[in-house]
């Protein structure tokens, strides 16, 4: 389809609207203390029951080179059609999203900063979907982001996020 894009907007920390990203946010704080970013080590899955189908984990691979799917909640899978756990971000469809996250991550990784940012799918000037996401470093070593822990929230209709991209994909 002609004109597509996919738009990523970064939001402040602070506009946080969704309470299941801002209680994440809130168990990231609290489990990085005084550090820059947690370990994964620190990340206690039963402790995010709340979130845990939105949750996704990417390893950052040569330095954010790519990133690799390690776990992807089951709510992911609306937004996907499939279990992404394993996949590179750079593979993942439509090529608009794919560039447009990578970049993102890439950012995420040279700032080391956590980001909440808004997607959305443009048909032209027209946005017919998005849906928010909180995008957290995770440093085993203390210095290096070695893994993003990211929680999503697709509002209200996540299988018409699915459908948008799947129009895309092919």
């Known amino acids: 389809m002609s004109g597509f894009r996919v738009a990523i907007e970064t939001l402040s920390l602070e506009q946080i609207a969704q309470r299941p990203l ?5 168990y990231w704080e ?3 203390g005084a550090r820059f970013a947690p370990a994964r ?3 206690d899955p039963l402790e995010l029951k709340f979130i845990l189908a939105q949750i996704l984990i990417f390893d950052v691979l040569d330095g954010g ?3 690799r799917a390690r776990v992807a909640g089951t709510g992911t899978y609306a937004l996907h059609s499939a279990d992404i756990t394993g996949d590179l971000l750079s593979t993942l469809k439509p090529k608009e999203f794919a560039d447009a996250i990578l970049a993102h991550y890439r950012g995420i990784i040279e700032h080391r900063q956590p980001t909440y940012s808004r997607t959305g799918y443009w048909d032209g000037n027209h946005e017919t979907e ?3 996401a909180l995008r957290l470093p995770l440093s085993s070593n ?3 982001i070695d893994m993003i822990l990211v929680g999503e ?3 209200t209709s996540p299988y018409k996020l699915f ?3 799947g129009k895309e994909s092919v």
């Open 30 to 32: 609290r489990k990085r």
């Open 130 to 132: 998005a849906y928010h």
């Open 153 to 155: 929230d697709y509002g």
């Open 65 to 67: 080179r790519d990133f």
């Open 163 to 165: 459908e948008r991209m």
């Open 22 to 26: 801002d209680r994440l946010h809130d």
């Open 142 to 144: 203390g210095q290096d």
């Open 41 to 43: 080590a620190d990340i």
